[in-house]
């Protein structure tokens, strides 16, 4: 069973940086597209950042230019978050969808962005 992986989580200050890191706990082959969604207290969960296996990027308005999501050779995702916002503070959840459609969710990392 494949188990996705999430660290780098915390408690920063408004301005800084976190990085976060998804691995899952096996090679998951035919990778279609890989993605960091976030939930905050009382609202929907919302995609934060997703690349594709082609290596294409996309990113909402509320994020673009401070967050950047990039992949390793082994499917391992990472989302650098910069200039972070206390809005930004939320459960981030990575995301692997294959091409014959599993579609598997890490367990959530806790980020905090408080003075």
């Known amino acids: 069973q494949v188990q996705l992986m999430e660290s780098g989580g915390g408690l920063v200050q408004p301005g800084g940086s976190l990085r976060l890191s998804c691995a899952a706990s096996v090679r998951i082959f035919s990778v279609n597209a890989m993605g960091w969604y976030r939930q905050a207290p009382g609202k929907q969960r919302e995609l934060v950042a997703r690349i594709t296996s082609g290596g294409s990027a996309n990113y909402p308005d509320s994020v673009k230019g401070r967050f950047t999501i990039s992949r390793d050779a082994e499917n391992t995702v990472f989302l650098q978050m910069n200039s972070l916002k206390p809005e930004d503070t939320a459960v981030y959840y990575c995301?692997?969808?294959?091409?014959?459609?599993?579609?598997?969710w890490g367990q959530g990392t806790q980020v905090t962005v408080s003075s």
């Open positions: 995301n692997i969808l294959s091409n014959i459609g599993n579609n598997y």
